[in-house]
Nanobody, 114 residues
Framework: QVQLVESGGGLVQAGGSLRLSCAASGRIFSGSTMGWYRRAPGNQRELVATISSGGSTKYADSVKGRFTISRDNAKNTVYLQMNSLKPEDTAVYYC????????WGQGTQVTVSS
């Protein structure tokens, strides 16, 4: 059974930083492209960043230059370093396999105050 467990969210002031973690189990991780997604209140879930098995990264325009996705294959974990946070980054953040999504985890809440 595939399991995705996100952590690291919290309340932060605008301009602050957070580092999210996502531990994956139940499916081959090292060969998979992973993604971070977010869902803000009233909005659909959107893709924020991806990282391929080889370490290539892509970002949504809204976070480019502020967020960094990384992975540790030995720990089956993907990270999202978020800097210069803005109130519009407030959302529940999820990770998942970029292709053939597994069941979604509970996510981790990020709240950025102005």
């Amino acid at each position: 059974q595939v399991q995705l467990v996100e952590s690291g969210g919290g309340l932060v002031q605008a301009g602050g930083s957070l580092r999210l973690s996502c531990a994956a189990s139940g499916r081959i991780f090292s060969g998979s492209t992973m993604g971070w997604y977010r869902r803000a209140p009233g909005n659909q879930r959107e893709l924020v960043a991806t990282i391929s098995s080889g370490g290539s990264t892509k970002y949504a325009d809204s976070v480019k230059g502020r967020f960094t996705i990384s992975r540790d294959n030995a720990k089956n974990t993907v990270y999202l370093q978020m800097n210069s946070l803005k109130p519009e980054d407030t959302a529940v953040y999820y990770c998942n396999y970029r292709f053939a999504n597994a069941d979604w985890g509970q996510g981790t809440q990020v709240t950025v105050s102005s």
